[in-house]
């Protein structure tokens, strides 16, 4: 059984493959109800970039980042 953290690592692993792979309507489904940390958010923006995909860029623009205030 995974632990939180090995599924999160999986779930960011899989949302910079379905970013390669230009697979919009999975990136939806994987980033569904997500919210992320600035960095990582940053870094998948950066990943969308080189694939020039402007659907797959604004959808990462949408996700909700993090309030590190709360921690």
Do not use: C, W
């Not at 910079?16 to 990582?40: C, D, H, Y």
């Not at 940053?42 to 949408?62: T, V």
């Amino acid at each position: 059984m995974e632990n939180n953290n090995d599924q999160s690592i999986t779930n960011f692993a899989a949302i910079k493959t379905t970013i390669a792979n230009n697979e919009e309507q999975r990136l939806k489904e994987l980033l569904a109800g997500q919210v992320m940390q600035e960095l990582e958010k940053s870094y998948l923006i950066d990943l969308a970039k080189l694939g020039n995909n402007h659907a797959i860029l604004k959808i990462l623009e949408d996700i909700p980042v993090e309030n590190q205030e709360q921690k």
